[in-house]
């Protein structure tokens, strides 16, 4: 297998979403201290940012790409604490609130004049806490197939691969599963994901780059928190909120779109059809669409 090289699969993106090639986009990997560790972020353009994406757990910054490429727009994509090239934090303790804070450290570093934050999944919760808690710095907000109503039920799919095996034999070994886990996914699209998510050790075997010694996984087993107190937080946004669901996902149920719409009447709610819970991976090009526009009005 050829090196790895972060920046050289933006052109296997564009190809096969139906995107045009100008050539090489400008992005670069760029560090921010934070008082727990410090946050990696690809930074896209060179003009001020004017999109924040936020993956969900177990992912990583790259899950944005082929949107941004497609949105054409400078932007800054976030590993989150414990996740692609971010820190861990020495308690494994990946408390949504205290992330938002440390996201916010970066935001205001990198992307401070934003006008819309999109976040997805665990970066769902994350950007609506930093909504909550830092309002400067969200003018506009996405949630990508979250709410606080998430729980281990809805999310067992998902908890079902992130708690896999710890070690693979092979690339071919760990590629075979995440295939196995993601049907509504190209396989050379889940072949970029791994390599943007996984590393080889020096015994040949491959692990994943993010933390999986997260603390709530070892004190109560379920594999997910609560996140159910987190629609407090919902309580306190003040930007204009979209939540998009993936009509293929079970992670959010039409309860909770109920219960986001009564804290927050003016949310709205678009399902993108044919798209499991990582639209961005689904249907990359679709979600680009719905950003624009949303960022336009």
Not at 18 to 36: D, I, K, M, N, Q
Not at 162 to 179: K, Y
Request: hydrophobic share 45%.
């Amino acid at each position: 297998m050829a090196a790895y090289d972060e920046m050289s699969l933006f052109q296997d993106n564009a190809t096969e979403a139906g995107l045009a090639w100008h050539g090489p986009p400008t992005v670069e990997r760029r560090s921010v201290s934070a008082p727990r560790g410090a946050l990696s972020a690809l930074v896209w353009g060179t003009s001020p940012a004017e999109l924040v994406f936020i993956h969900g757990g177990a992912q990583n910054a790259h899950t944005w790409d082929t949107v941004i490429l497609a949105m054409d727009r400078p932007a800054v994509a976030i590993d989150l604490p414990g996740h692609g090239h971010s820190d861990w934090w020495e308690d494994h303790s990946y408390d949504v609130p205290a992330m938002a804070d440390a996201v916010a450290v970066a935001i205001e570093a990198l992307a401070p004049s934003a006008g819309l934050v999109v976040g997805m999944s665990l970066g769902g919760l994350t950007s609506i806490c930093l909504a909550a808690a830092h309002p400067d710095l969200v003018r506009r907000l996405a949630v990508i197939d979250v709410t606080p109503g998430t729980d281990h039920a809805k999310a067992e799919p998902i908890i079902a691969f992130v708690n896999g095996p710890e070690t693979f034999a092979t690339f071919d070994e760990l590629l075979a599963r995440t295939i196995e886990f993601n049907p509504t996914r190209t396989e050379s699209s889940l072949r970029r994901g791994v390599l943007h998510n996984a590393h080889p050790q020096p015994d040949g075997t491959w692990v994943w780059n993010y933390d999986r010694t997260r603390s709530w996984r070892q004190a109560d087993g379920a594999g997910v928190p609560d996140f159910g107190d987190l629609w407090s937080a919902v309580d306190h946004v003040i930007a204009p909120m979209m939540l998009v669901r993936g009509a293929l996902s079970g992670v959010v149920g039409d309860e909770d779109v109920v219960e986001l719409q009564r804290r927050q009447p003016a949310c709205e709610v678009v399902v993108v059809d044919g798209a499991g819970h990582s639209i961005q991976g689904d249907r990359p090009v679709e979600l680009a669409r719905i950003l624009d526009d949303f960022l336009r009005r």
